[in-house]
């Protein structure tokens, strides 16, 4: 990675995702709250006699991820159409593999397509949703959102408990290739629509030879005790 050789650049990048996290968290978030209150009030209940009980909460955070998996699979491919990805995109890609504030260096229109979709299903759900399970929500859609880009394949991350659920490796091939890999919680899209094809022929061709690497290393270990064996004989 580039600016591993470069502390000049990496100061730059780094000043650059500062301004981008405060322009897209403390100008435009607070803005499109402010203009959703102003709307529509508060759109979810906040009855405490009628809290949601853990299967609500589960169904509703599912039926979010759903839609936001889905959305943000076509917001995300259309960033990289070539009209719009020179303009938008390519600066969350200034990021060539995952780290963790990489998650925040987008730009404020990418910032707003991205999180749209996450707004939609509670929407939808509206008075059906109880406050709670809207804060649990977000807090998984962040979480989500740093553990794609923490830059560390955790096999103990909650969202690998997901069927065919995506992965910190799997959205680091984006980043690093900047092909594919389009969905956010799952691989179904990009499956049905064959924009993984590439990152399942690296993963084969990557344990192909690490399986051949293990062999020679194998073959070279019995090698040297077999040498070592005729040499003590000899002796």
């Known amino acids: 990675?580039?600016?591993?050789?470069?502390?000049?650049?990496?100061?730059?990048?780094?000043?650059?995702?500062?301004?981008?996290?405060?322009?897209?968290?403390?100008?435009?978030?607070?803005?499109?709250?402010?203009?959703?209150?102003?709307?529509?009030?508060?759109?979810?209940?906040?009855?405490?006699?009628?809290l949601p009980s853990t299967l609500t909460i589960i169904l509703q955070c599912f039926f979010c991820m759903l839609i936001d998996d889905f959305l943000f699979y076509w917001g995300h491919r259309l960033l990289h159409h070539p009209k719009l990805y020179p303009h938008i995109h390519k600066i969350h890609h200034r990021w060539h593999h995952t780290v963790i504030i990489s998650n925040e260096f987008s730009h404020p229109v990418e910032y707003v397509i991205a999180n749209l979709p996450a707004a939609l299903g509670p929407k939808l759900l509206g008075k059906h949703m109880h406050m709670i399970t809207l804060w649990m929500w977000i807090v998984m859609r962040v979480g989500e959102s740093l553990d794609s880009h923490c830059g560390y394949e955790f096999s103990w991350s909650p969202y690998r408990l997901l069927p065919l659920s995506g992965s910190a490796n799997y959205h680091d091939f984006h980043h690093s290739t900047n092909i594919g890999n389009y969905g956010s919680y799952f691989t179904f899209w990009d499956t049905l629509f064959k924009t993984n094809e590439v990152y399942f022929k690296y993963l084969a061709k990557h344990e192909r030879e690490l399986a051949l690497s293990q062999i020679r290393e194998q073959y070279r270990m019995v090698k040297q005790k077999v040498s070592e064996d005729m040499a003590k004989k000899t002796d």
């Open 1 to 50: 990675m580039a600016m591993e050789v470069d502390p000049v650049g990496w100061k730059k990048t780094l000043k650059t995702t500062g301004l981008f996290f405060l322009v897209n968290q403390c100008i435009i978030t607070p803005s499109l709250v402010y203009i959703d209150l102003k709307m529509n009030g508060i759109f979810f209940s906040t009855s405490r006699e009628h």
